[in-house]
């Protein structure tokens, strides 16, 4: 390689000492599930394709902080969704372990903080570092009311700032978020899920085998419906096949 080449070869920044992970306990059980029902059926069931019908790699992912540069500390989302991305190889290294905008070369498409306290300044603070941020959609679950009566608040970007939206739906994902009242690692609650747009849930990874176990039960179930009737009709034929016989009729 040329000395010249060698000058123009990208430095990647120093990032020794930013502080990736802090040790801080996540509050609640309830929380830290919610969150891994936020990510684990992503990974399990759902399967996002681009125009062209291939595959979209994507990030999920929780308490996972990310960067805007070398000069500012992280911010912390409970959970965040990044499509037409890559954790990369050697996730473990620093310089790969926290999501840094300028490796991945986009912010996430979607946050979501779970709020369970009035001190997490979700609906101010926060709502203007995701602006900053450039995060298109911020999600707000504040499942035991703590911020007021809306258990649920969507902002999306529209110009510089992250205003109110509507629906909990991201076209351009192909999801939707709802609310669902259920068991998740046998703790019947109400939950915060991730859907299709027209409401199917995106299963986790035990609904998924439950749903292969149903219908390997209704193909067993229908196999042996199919023999039973093979064999009524065979049966059947018999009977025919003996009265024939008894009138001196060849059956065959």
Not at 1 to 8: G, K, V, W
Not at 75 to 102: C, G, M, N, Q, T
Not at 106 to 124: A, C, H, M, Q, T
């Amino acid at each position: 390689m040329s000395e010249h080449a060698e000058q123009e070869q990208i430095v990647p920044p120093d990032v020794s000492h930013l502080v990736t992970e802090d040790d801080a306990p996540v509050d609640s059980i309830f929380q830290e599930k919610q969150m891994r029902l936020l990510v684990e059926p992503l990974y399990s069931s759902w399967r996002p394709l681009d125009a062209h019908g291939a595959p979209r790699p994507f990030v999920a992912a929780a308490d996972v902080g990310i960067f805007a540069s070398v000069h500012e500390r992280a911010i912390v989302p409970d959970v965040l969704l990044a499509l037409d991305v890559e954790v990369p190889d050697e996730f473990w290294r620093k310089d790969r372990r926290s999501y840094y905008l300028w490796e991945f070369g986009k912010p996430p498409e979607v946050v979501v903080e779970i709020v369970s306290n009035r001190e997490g300044d979700e609906l101010e603070g926060k709502r203007a570092s995701y602006s900053k941020l450039r995060i298109a959609h911020y999600v707000v679950f504040d499942h035991l009311r703590l911020l007021g009566s809306m258990p649920l608040r969507i902002f999306e970007l529209r110009g510089d700032l992250l205003v109110p939206a509507a629906e909990p739906i991201f076209p351009r994902l192909g999801l939707a978020l709802t609310s669902w009242t259920g068991r998740f690692e046998g703790k019947q609650a109400d939950w915060l899920r991730w859907c299709c747009a027209d409401g199917t849930l995106i299963p986790t990874g035990e609904e998924r085998a439950e749903q292969e176990r149903e219908r390997a039960e209704q193909e067993r179930e229908r196999a042996e419906q199919e023999r039973e009737r093979a064999e009524q009709e065979r049966e059947r034929a018999e009977r025919l096949a003996s009265k024939l016989r008894e009138l001196g009729i060849d059956p065959e």
